[in-house]
Antibody
């Protein structure tokens, strides 16, 4: 069974840092592009970042560029998102998802709350 | 940057009725990169349609997608109780991924 499971969410103060991880199983992780998509409470979906199957190509949404870093470990089948300089507007559920141009498998999400 | 607009914002229908959801792009896009998702409360999104008109694995044939250029449509031919949810369109263009604001289909 194809599965993605996020971890590492929590409450952090503005300006703080948090690292999310996504554990993948049930498919050949090293052959898929991977992404982070977030959803603020009661709001719509917003794409955050992507990384190519071999990690050589990385893109970010303008809203997180310079603050967030995406990475992957194909030996451990894990995807990470290092989030620095967090702001209140970064509060959201963060989903790990896979795909090149569409997202065909999603994790349940990890809640990140940025508040003092 | 291409902007996606979805209409209506909310669609109130009864089970068995037909639902027609619209997704409009601010400029012409490739249908190959247009997808639709369903999201129920407290759950992650589920891919329904990709390439504007191709059903994803396991998606019932009451769901269909169409369109080209700037105008795309998701049609649910006969609403089942489990279809009441929020639907998003999504586009890939120039290394960016954009979602529409969503259409909520609720029970009339």
């Amino acid at each position: 069974e194809v599965q993605l499971v996020e971890s590492g969410g929590g409450l952090v103060q503005p300006g703080g840092s948090l690292r999310l991880s996504c554990a993948a199983s049930g498919f050949t992780f090293s052959t898929f592009w991977m992404h982070w998509v977030r959803q603020a409470p009661g709001k719509g979906l917003v794409w955050v970042s992507r990384i190519s199957s071999d990690g050589s190509i990385i893109d970010y949404a303008d809203s997180v560029k310079g603050r967030f870093t995406i990475s992957r470990d194909n030996a451990k089948n894990t995807l990470d998102l290092q989030m620095n300089s967090l702001r209140a507007e970064d509060t959201a559920i963060y989903f790990c998802t896979r795909g090149s141009y569409r997202f065909d498998c999603w994790g349940p999400g990890a809640l990140v709350s940025v508040s003092s | 940057e291409i902007v996606l607009t979805q209409s209506p914002g909310t669609l109130s229908l009864s089970p068995g009725e037909r639902a027609t959801l619209s997704c409009r792009a601010s400029q012409s896009v490739s249908a190959n990169f247009l997808a639709w998702y369903q999201q129920k409360l407290g759950q992650p999104p589920r891919l329904l349609i990709y390439g504007a008109s191709n059903r994803a694995t396991g998606i019932p044939d009451r769901f269909s997608g169409s369109g080209s250029g700037t105008d795309f449509t998701l049609t649910i031919s006969r609403l089942e109780p489990e279809d009441f949810a929020v639907y998003y369109c999504q586009l890939y263009d120039s290394s960016l991924f954009t979602f529409g604001p969503g259409t909520k289909v609720d029970i009339k």
